[in-house]
């Protein structure tokens, strides 16, 4: 009787062993798959709010790393392109921009985001038209006094090739037409930093990066806010894509999914000076077309 009872209770701890390095290594494989590091790369107009969601995702998903860098909106996109990082951010439709193959990449929109031009708080002028913008930044206006500010030359300050902050302003703020050579910055802090500090200087910027050390620019009357974006009344705007290479799975997914929840949207999105998309009454599509 004895030596049935100690055979059962050896069966049992076999059993119960196995059953343990089962729960084991189950845990370890899920531990495994909330692993990740990600990689967002591209818009700096773009730049404060993921960098503001990463950090609030990471707290709760210790496992997974994200990093947020800059560049603009031309890098994101070609580096998505080739698989050097998960997520390219951009200002831009991947359509917009020559040498990407955008049928390769998959359009997340997360926000929206207005830019202005601003000026020098020094310059003396705070309302302008469409036109004398177009004039200033293609060589036309020289000086503040012309428009009835100081008697100051015109300093243009302008993003570089392949921002998506400089593709925007030049769409819808100047129609189209080509700055005239100027100096170029790679970042939008860069910028904000010599135009506060540079007398006669003007630039553009993402709503999101406008404080009191600038005097933003009214165009016709209109000012840069949510309720002129939200209506295309101030048409200097445009989506925040972050692109992938292909459909997004486990924690990319995740955390795309975590940039449209309302953790974020009606949280860093607003406080930030982004739009929620919800929030626009107008649908712009990447030929420009509005409706």
């Given at each position: 009787m004895m030596k049935k009872i100690i055979l059962a209770l050896a069966f049992s701890g076999i059993l119960l062993a196995g059953c343990g390095s089962g729960n084991a290594t189950k845990d370890s494989s899920s531990a495994k798959e909330d692993t990740a590091k990600i990689t967002a790369v591209g818009s700096t107009a773009l730049q404060p709010l993921v960098d503001a969601a990463q950090e609030s995702y990471t707290q709760d998903h210790p496992n997974v790393q994200i990093s947020v860098q800059g560049g603009g909106s031309g890098t994101g996109l070609s580096q998505v392109e080739s698989g050097s990082v998960e997520i390219g951010n951009s200002d831009v439709f991947a359509e917009e921009k020559d040498g990407v193959d955008a049928s390769k990449l998959v359009d997340h929109k997360v926000a929206v985001v207005g830019f202005v031009p601003v000026v020098n708080k020094d310059v003396g002028v705070k309302d302008i038209t469409k036109q004398q913008l177009i004039d200033i930044f293609t060589g036309k206006i020289k000086n503040w006094n012309e428009l009835g500010g100081k008697d100051e030359a015109i300093q243009v300050v302008n993003r570089a090739s392949g921002s998506g902050t400089r593709?925007?302003?030049?769409?819808?703020?100047?129609?189209?037409?080509?700055?005239?050579?100027?100096?170029?910055?790679?970042s939008s802090g860069t910028v904000k930093k010599i135009v506060a500090q540079t007398p006669g200087a003007i630039s553009y910027l993402a709503l999101s990066y406008v404080d009191d050390s600038l005097q933003a620019l009214q165009l016709d009357g209109v000012t840069a806010n949510d309720k002129n974006i939200t209506t295309n009344k101030w048409t200097i705007w445009s989506y925040e894509h972050m692109y992938t290479n292909g459909k997004p799975e486990k924690a990319l997914a995740d955390f795309l999914k975590y940039m449209t929840s309302d953790d974020i949207q009606s949280g860093p999105v607003k406080e930030l000076g982004y739009l929620p998309i919800t929030s626009m009454k107008v649908e712009r599509s990447s030929d420009g077309t509005v409706k």
């Open positions: 593709a925007t302003f030049e769409k819808w703020g100047l129609d189209g037409k080509e700055p005239i050579q100027s100096q170029e910055q790679d």
